[in-house]
């Protein structure tokens, strides 16, 4: 990609002049590459840092919807964190949302998707088209709807309690008695779609000669998936997990919907936890430092996986 | 050239579309005002709310009351009218204000000082000093002219009471009465939820006050001391909790799923009037509820429903307690014209509408000429019984910490009913979270 710019400029600048670039030259060039992008830098600025940097401030302010400091929020320094992190609330939050990551995105969405992306490649037309529509539909559905469906299925009355007592079974009433094993599994219903295109359009890219001489040599499908398949794909492996984790660290809307964070706080990760703390309980300070920490932890979320799944040169 | 002139039109689009979009996102010209209440569940408010603009813009030609109901359950309500009221292009001019929320919302400068419009308003006489109360802020100025208030009580279903073997009417002595009462009908009708009492974060502050206030004001304990510090420990607080897992852990009352769904308090009349709901705790306004423009219409309720006096916790002088709050018009400060506002205020609260609103609504009125207008207190006959609690009621401590406290009382609450934690824990998490939310230690006593 470089070098195709670079030859694309030298060819432009040698048509017009002919001379070699000096210094000055490549420094106004380099300006001139720039320009182009300065939109797009100010957009991120604006619409990303500046909240960014603002959610930063806030959470070391005592800002809030109403009372005194509605009017006069004032810096706090380290008060919102220093109660954060001595409230088991907030503690168990962490761990319920790490929970909900590890299940529902990391092993739920990405192995269900790398199965059914391998699945659908050795399966028939036919039943491919129709898994992979359905599948793809609960992808396609927007959110609150799909949180509906959820809801509708887990709910005490709901369509899974319905199929039991057919069997005759009953029950409970799963929001209830396991709400994130409900959320978990509903996200995983959500978003394996995207793991799914993902890792078919990887699969994909495996030569397949690799594959066809590993099979004479007598490797079996587990130990293909394992010594060609998985490493080949390493790099698609890195982006979805990188990118499922960041996505299912900030769902909201379907645990709000299915479970509101409950009963009491049995399913309450950090998104809803801020919520509630921001517009539930008027504290904007204290939520947006849980913002803060979600931040992070989505940070050290990435650096995992860039540092884990390193490509080497190849 | 011509592509130059094309991004052109494209920017000069934008650009005066974003404008546009400024400009009407402020909704309020010089002669628009904008009137900012909740409009959920029954059409009592929107009716009430309809009446007054169609009113004022015939009174006062030129301006418009624009109305702007919010679709919300109470605790979104709230948020969504602090929401609205931190940016000026959004703040409405004309607020339908909670009282527990006047002296925050003062705090926070949502609100502007009404005292120089009263003075020369001459209806104002009409408003008894205790009920002027309720709109003052901590800084003693007027900030909301109330509308009525309310008491709360028994509403008990006589059919479900009388087939469980309960002589009706009905009258608990003690708590222990009323969990009797609902043990018999747990036993002779199992479809049937024997008891509602409001708890846990789904219903907000219904929960709070209709449910965990009128326990603990009914023991020898209150939130607030008489010198306005808050109480941590105190045996009522826990008292009231164990009344709470009682009624839910023993399977007395509506699941705890059903009970912290925000719809909930929307549900329990129409259960009432199916039979499916025996004992609720609930406010004077309930009635409106079954009247034509309510949720859950229900044309014979006054032959089947009966109403009997909280008990105290185990029958100690007065012998039964209630609590009252009650709604306010407020003026939003950021208000382009606030003659206007006023305008719109006085007349929404002038003798004839304040009627209206007492009858429709069910509210008690706070207007002296309303109280004992004839037209009110023939329209129900429950306004003898709820108007009668008023001299045992008592009212919520009146601090801009409130709110806050509040919410802590809600996540005391739906821990004990989940089960989650015992009452004596779930006291000890809210005792501990008492300081952040008053302000300091300096503001609590442990009993």
């Known amino acids: ?314 | 050239m011509k592509k130059r002139i094309i991004a052109a039109i494209a920017v000069g689009v934008v650009a005066a579309a974003a404008l546009t979009g400024c400009s009407s996102g402020g909704g309020s010209g010089s002669k628009t005002i904008t009137i900012a209440y909740e409009s959920y569940g029954g059409k009592q408010m929107q009716n009430y709310m309809s009446r007054i603009a169609k009113q004022f813009d015939k009174k006062y030609p030129g301006y418009t009351a624009k109305l702007v109901p919010i679709q919300a359950a109470e605790n979104d309500y709230y948020t969504k009218l602090a929401l609205m009221n931190k940016s000026g292009a959004t703040a409405p001019d004309v607020l339908y204000e909670d009282t527990f929320l006047i002296k925050s919302d003062a705090a926070a400068g949502y609100l502007a000082p009404l005292d120089n419009n009263v003075k020369k308003w001459s209806d104002w006489s009409q408003f008894p000093a205790n009920s002027r109360q309720a709109g003052e802020g901590a800084d003693g100025k007027l900030y909301g002219i109330p509308m009525g208030t309310d008491t709360r009580a028994l509403w008990y279903n006589k059919d479900v009471l009388k087939k469980a073997g309960i002589s009706v009417p009905w009258q608990p002595k003690t708590w222990n009465d009323i969990l009797d009462a609902a043990k018999k009908i747990k036993a002779a009708e199992p479809g049937v939820i024997p008891m509602n009492v409001y708890s846990g974060k789904g219903t907000g502050e219904g929960s709070t006050m209709q449910g965990f206030e009128m326990l603990l004001y009914g023991t020898q304990n209150q939130l607030t001391t008489s010198s306005g510090k808050w109480v941590a420990g105190s045996t009522g607080f826990k008292d009231s909790l164990q009344f709470i897992h009682n009624l839910y852990q023993g399977g007395l009352g509506p699941t705890a799923q059903q009970a912290l769904d925000p719809n909930w308090g929307n549900q329990t009349p129409a259960l009432l009037s199916q039979n499916k709901l025996g004992i609720s705790l609930d406010g004077s306004w309930v009635s409106s509820s079954w009247g034509t423009a309510g949720v859950a219409p229900w044309s014979n309720w006054n032959s089947v429903m009966g109403q009997a006096k909280m008990p105290t916790q185990d029958g100690a002088a007065p012998g039964a307690t209630s609590m009252s709050g009650g709604w306010t018009l407020a003026m939003g400060s950021k208000s382009k014209n606030p003659t206007a506002a006023w305008n719109f205020i006085s007349l929404a609260l002038n003798k004839d509408n304040s009627l209206y609103y007492a009858t429709s609504n069910q509210n008690i009125p706070v207007r002296t000429d309303v109280a004992s207008d004839p037209t009110y207190v023939k329209s129900n006959p429950t306004n003898a019984f709820f108007a009668g609690l008023v001299k045992i009621t008592n009212f919520r401590p009146a601090t801009s910490s409130y709110p806050a406290v509040s919410n802590n009382i809600q996540v005391a609450m739906e821990s004990v009913m989940t089960g989650q934690q015992t009452p004596a824990a779930a006291q000890k998490v809210f005792d501990q979270a008492l300081p952040q939310a008053v302000g300091g230690t300096k503001n609590v006593v442990t009993k």
């Open chain 1, 1 to 314: 990609m470089t070098s195709l710019t670079r030859t694309a400029v030298a060819t432009s600048t040698t048509g017009r002049g002919g001379a070699t670039p000096s210094r000055p030259h490549r420094a106004r060039r380099a300006l001139g590459r720039t320009i182009p992008l300065i939109p797009a830098i100010v957009m991120v600025a604006i619409f990303l840092l500046g909240p960014v940097i603002e959610a930063f401030y806030g959470s070391f302010t005592n800002m809030a919807l109403t009372g005194a400091a509605a009017q006069n929020t004032t810096f706090v320094g380290f008060q919102n964190y220093v109660q954060l992190f001595q409230s088991p609330d907030f503690l168990q939050s962490v761990w319920l949302t790490i929970l909900f990551v590890v299940g529902s995105a990391i092993i739920g969405q990405n192995v269900l998707g790398l199965a059914l992306a391998m699945l659908m490649r050795a399966g028939n037309k036919v039943l491919t088209g129709v898994v992979g529509t359905l599948v793809i539909t609960a992808w396609v559905v927007p959110e609150v709807v799909g949180a509906f469906c959820a809801y509708a299925f887990f709910n005490g009355g709901g369509t899974l309690n319905a199929v039991l007592s057919i069997v005759g079974l009953k029950g409970p009433d799963w929001l209830y008695v396991l709400p994130m094993v409900s959320v978990i599994l509903a996200n995983v219903w959500r978003g394996t779609a995207f793991s799914m295109m993902v890792y078919s359009a990887a699969i994909t890219e495996v030569p397949e000669e690799i594959t066809e001489s590993a099979e004479l040599d007598g490797a079996s499908g587990w130990k293909r998936l394992i010594y060609i398949t998985i490493p080949m794909i390493r790099r698609s492996i890195s982006t979805n997990l990188m990118l499922t984790t960041l996505q299912t660290l900030s769902v909201f809307g379907l645990i709000y919907i299915m479970t509101a964070g409950g009963p009491g706080t049995a399913s309450s990760t950090l998104p809803v936890l801020a919520y509630q703390e921001a517009f539930k309980f008027s504290q904007l300070g204290l939520g947006t430092a849980i913002a803060v920490v979600m931040l992070i932890i989505g940070a050290v979320f990435s650096v995992i996986y860039i540092r884990a799944l390193k490509p080497e040169v190849d």
